[in-house]
């Protein structure tokens, strides 16, 4: 007879959706820059199983370009259609979007368990991008003490799709091809500055390095497709400090010890664990005494 703790994870194994890790690719037709998210609405297929997903009855698929320019998503096995596309850079427009050789604009997705396909996404600009330059000084810091700058969207459970370019030896710097959005220009770890780009070329943006350090927090979330936004505090020599995001969020901290907790968690998630590197953070404070070389990991999962 299996004991009590066995049974109660095989109830909670029957409930959890069963997930397939879907890879893919997106390309824009004419080389034009792609777009960091692609949100396609997700309808349950009529007289077919409907995937089980969690937060929410309505899901959007969320499709993030990864640092290395491709995807990776969780799925819930199972049959559905997807709507269209949500949220593209003005001009851009679904071409075409491929699963196992089948047609999605035509047919349902079907997600299996054996699946090996690439999902294939090709994106065609009408007329003239909406790209424009996207430049600017770093400051407090000498010019040789820092090479390359990036420039990425601030939300995303997995590190969103990166433009980085040089650093001059003035402390000048220009992103030639950045589409409409907002986005966070940053130095690894060391200084975070927003900008909102629309459809005219920014100029004379400041990147001001400060003194103090700054850590790097990432927020996970298992089988959402949504990552909630939580609130991540630090509290050491630097004072408290408190970072409210989904995703990747920044908190300032100083040398020495700093206590890291997590609030604001929705009702239908549960904290799992906080590390640094492999410090649990949630039994020891983060203690440092120079630049962070670690991101702080914040992990839930649903609590049913």
Avoid: C
Avoid at 10 to 31: D, I, N
Avoid at 51 to 60: D, E, L, S
Avoid at 140 to 150: L, Y
Wanted: charged share 15%.
């Amino acid at each position: 007879m299996p004991s009590a703790v066995f049974s109660i994870f095989l109830l909670l194994q029957a409930a959890a959706p069963a997930l397939r890790v879907v890879t893919g690719r997106v390309s824009v037709e004419g080389g034009a820059p792609a777009p960091s998210t692609i949100v396609l609405p997700l309808m349950s297929n009529v007289g077919s199983p409907t995937p089980a997903f969690i937060g929410g009855t309505n899901p959007m698929l969320v499709i993030r370009l990864q640092i290395d320019g491709t995807i990776r998503m969780q799925l819930p096995l199972g049959e559905y259609r997807l709507g269209a596309p949500r949220g593209l850079p003005p001009g851009y427009t679904l071409q075409s979007i491929v699963y196992g050789g089948v047609d999605l604009l035509r047919n349902p997705l079907k997600i299996g368990a054996n699946d090996s396909a690439e999902l294939l996404i090709n994106l065609a600009v009408n007329g003239r991008s909406p790209a424009v330059s996207v430049s600017g000084h770093v400051t407090g810091i000498a010019p040789a003490d820092v090479h390359r700058i990036a420039l990425r969207q601030p939300s995303g459970g997995e590190l969103s799709a990166a433009l980085e370019t040089s650093v001059g030896a003035d402390g000048s710097f220009t992103f030639p091809k950045v589409l409409p959005g907002a986005y966070i220009v940053y130095l690894r770890l060391r200084s975070v500055t927003q900008v909102m780009v629309d459809n005219k070329d920014v100029t004379d943006l400041i990147v001001a390095v400060p003194k103090d350090i700054l850590v790097a927090a990432h927020v996970i979330a298992e089988g959402a497709q949504t990552v909630p936004t939580v609130v991540v505090e630090s509290k050491g020599p630097a004072g408290a400090t408190q970072a409210r995001g989904a995703g990747s969020i920044v908190l300032s901290m100083g040398v020495g010890e700093n206590s890291i907790s997590v609030s604001n968690i929705p009702e239908a998630y549960r904290l799992t664990s906080i590390t640094y590197g492999d410090m649990d953070l949630q039994k020891q404070p983060l203690k440092l005494d120079g630049p962070a070389v670690w991101d702080i990991i914040v992990r839930l999962a649903p609590k049913n």
